[in-house]
């Protein structure tokens, strides 16, 4: 049974810090890209940060020089570093994994408020 685990959300003034991982069981870690996606209130499920097999990352716009994706493929973990957050980061914040099925975890809430 395939299970994407998220963790490390909560509340945090603009400005702040915040680590989110994503623990996966079930498949074979290493051979998956691996993603994250969020959804804030209101709004369509956005991507935010891909880290492929291989270690390449990608990064949407919004959040270049602020978040860092990784992993350990040794722990069957990926991590999404979130420095200077803003008001806008606020969302609901997805582990997808990616090969030839997609399986995603049920998320971690990231709320940017002062």
């Known amino acids: 049974q395939v299970q994407l685990v998220e963790s490390g959300g909560g509340l945090v003034q603009p400005g702040g810090s915040l680590r989110l991982s994503c623990a996966a069981s079930?498949?074979?870690?290493?051979?998956?890209?691996m993603g994250w996606y969020r959804q804030a209130p209101g709004k369509q499920r956005e991507w935010v940060a891909v880290?492929?097999?291989?270690?390449?990352?990608n990064y949407v716009d919004s959040v270049k020089g602020r978040f860092t994706i990784s992993r350990d493929n040794a722990k069957n973990m990926v991590y999404l570093e979130m420095n200077s957050l803003k008001p806008e980061d606020t969302a609901v914040y997805y582990c997808?994994?990616?090969?030839?099925?997609?399986?995603w975890g049920q998320g971690t809430r990231v709320t940017v408020s002062s």
């Open positions: 997808n994994a990616i090969s030839q099925k997609t399986y």
């Open positions: 880290i492929s097999s291989g270690g390449s990352t």
């Open positions: 079930g498949i074979i870690f290493s051979i998956y890209h």
